[in-house]
């Protein structure tokens, strides 16, 4: 459980990172992204377990494929 713990975290932290880096809000990528901006918010802090449909929209949102938002995760 703890590897799953620490991929959410690596993965909340890359697209806060990615949101910050493009000069977005968090309700800026949440209406982007058509995610409410507290989910948004759980997930940035890896408090969420999301969809791979919901991680496309956050990377369609971020102007950038699946694969790069990805880019950096480790997974064990």
Do not use: W
Request: hydrophobic share 45%.
């Amino acid at each position: 459980m703890k590897r799953n713990e620490d991929l959410l975290i690596q993965l909340g932290a890359r697209i806060a990172y990615l949101r910050k880096e493009r000069h977005m809000s968090q309700l800026d990528l949440a209406v982007e992204a058509e995610v409410a901006k507290t989910y948004l918010c759980d997930l940035e802090k890896g408090r969420r377990n999301p969809t791979v449909c919901l991680l496309n929209r956050i990377a369609v949102a971020l102007s950038m494929n699946l694969d790069d938002l990805f880019d950096g995760i480790i997974c064990f």
